[in-house]
């Protein structure tokens, strides 16, 4: 594990008769951003729990930078934003990191500083001596992410933390996602929702009730899905020359052909033209993390599933 960063092997958690996860591998190395992307109850959060040592796998084990997981040495260098986590309305931003500082035993002289430079990586500078009460939902979010940032941690890891934000919010939240990458900060990201990690993961790792369904770049997962054709004058039922494109479903007032890849577009569209149809636009079908899911949970028994 030269540039690792974290690496979980066949971890597996029980709660009684509940299996919340199930032979879980991830890894994260060093300035990679990962996304842990799943459902309600698929297992993010209690992964995040084990990576942390918060929670003792019931099987499998790990490395957090280079030591045992159940070390505390191991999280020396991580800073965490749980679930839903709360501030206390009664204080500033700049109390609540104040108070952090203090439990992470910051060195007194570079407390200022580094508070500081939480503040700012978190966007929050200017409204830092602000109630953190006073705050809206989104910079409320930002104060658990300052929280995390302290003391520049060389991994962080961030659950749900879109919870609650608005689109604004999110795009803030992207933005300090990409700050830290460029500062060469480790991240890791759970969410239950794609958009949240599409724009901001080298790699996401997809889970469901508790087993990896698919791992790798985002781009590789969610394929196009085939092509949607605006087409006008053909007659139905579609002429048989189209059979060799695969199954056709309309689509709104398109044609959906799920089976053709991007470089069979041409074609497609000659034989469309052909037929004496027009053909007015054609774009990939870029499926939703939701049909993904569906898809990747047919795949027959043997495959990655
Ligand atoms: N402390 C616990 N006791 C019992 N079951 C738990 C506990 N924590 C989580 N679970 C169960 O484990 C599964 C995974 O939960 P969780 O890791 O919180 O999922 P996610 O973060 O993806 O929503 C769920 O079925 C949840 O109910
Ligand atoms: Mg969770």
């Not at 060195?107 to 001596?129: K, Y």
């Not at 579609?238 to 074609?267: C, I, N, Q």
Request: glycine share 12%; net charge negative.
């Amino acid at each position: 594990m030269v540039d690792g960063v974290l690496e979980l092997r066949g971890i597996q958690k029980r709660y009684g008769s509940r299996t919340a996860l199930e032979a879980l591998d991830l890894e994260v190395r060093a300035g990679q951003v990962v996304g842990l992307l799943g459902p309600n109850g698929a297992g993010k959060t209690t992964a995040v729990k084990v990576l942390l040592g918060l929670v003792r796998p019931t099987a499998g084990d790990g490395l957090l930078f280079g030591h045992a997981l159940s070390d505390p040495k191991a999280r020396a260098r991580v800073g965490y934003l749980p679930e839903l986590f709360r501030n206390p309305a009664w204080l500033t931003a700049r109390e609540v990191l104040g108070y952090h500082a203090e439990l992470l035993g910051l060195a007194p002289a570079t407390r200022a500083a580094e508070i500081d430079a939480a503040l700012a990586n978190a966007d929050l500078s200017s409204r830092a001596d602000d109630l953190v009460g006073h705050y809206s939902k989104g910079m409320q979010q930002r104060v658990g992410l300052a929280v995390a940032l302290l003391g520049r941690p060389a991994f962080v890891v961030l659950d749900e933390p879109a919870t609650g934000l608005d689109p604004i919010g999110r795009e803030e939240l992207r933005g300090a996602i990409r700050g830290l990458r460029e500062q060469g900060t480790s991240v890791l990201l759970n969410s239950h929702q794609l958009s949240e990690v599409e724009q901001v993961c080298d790699r996401v790792t997809i889970l469901h009730e508790g087993r990896v369904l698919a791992d790798g770049p985002l781009g590789d997962l969610l394929r196009p899905g085939g092509v949607r054709v605006h087409v006008t004058g053909l007659a139905w039922p579609l002429p048989s020359a189209l059979d060799r494109y695969g199954p056709v479903e309309l689509d709104g007032d398109a044609l959906a052909f799920r089976a053709v890849e991007p470089d069979g577009v041409p074609a497609l569209v000659a034989t469309l033209v052909e037929l004496g149809a027009s053909v007015h636009s054609v774009e990939p079908i870029q499926p939703t993390l939701e049909e993904r899911f569906r898809q990747l949970l047919h795949v027959p028994s043997g495959g990655s599933a």
